[in-house]
């Protein structure tokens, strides 16, 4: 009884997965130009709620994913210098 079949079968399966290395080199050893980055605009719609809250909108239907960020404009930077602390203060609420 001959394993024929199976090193044939075996063969299809497992040699395309063989790693590039493993292929033969080409002799052409120039090294190819990059190709161009082209950098388009992203398209946004900005909002700003009676609030105050500013809402920025970005689609990408590119696959099913919602993004969400939340940014607070407070630090040591925005606080008066008679009303100092408020800003660890309000970290330690916030997170």
């Known amino acids: 009884m001959t394993n024929a079949p199976f090193a044939a ?4 399966l497992f040699l395309p997965l063989a ?5 033969e080199s080409t002799t ?6 990059p190709q161009e980055t082209i950098l388009r605009p992203i398209e946004f719609v ?7 809250l500013r809402v920025i909108l970005h689609e ?3 696959s099913p994913v919602v993004a969400s960020y939340v940014l607070y404009h407070v630090g040591s930077k925005d606080e008066r210098p ?3 602390g408020f800003a660890h203060f309000f970290e330690h609420l916030m997170f």
Not at 28 to 33: E, G, S
């Open 9 to 12: 079968v075996a063969a299809a």
């Open 19 to 23: 790693p590039a290395w493993a292929k």
């Open 28 to 33: 052409d050893a120039t090294p190819k130009p």
């Open 46 to 52: 900005e909002y700003t709620l009676e609030n105050g």
């Open 60 to 62: 990408n239907h590119a």
């Open 82 to 84: 008679d009303r100092t």
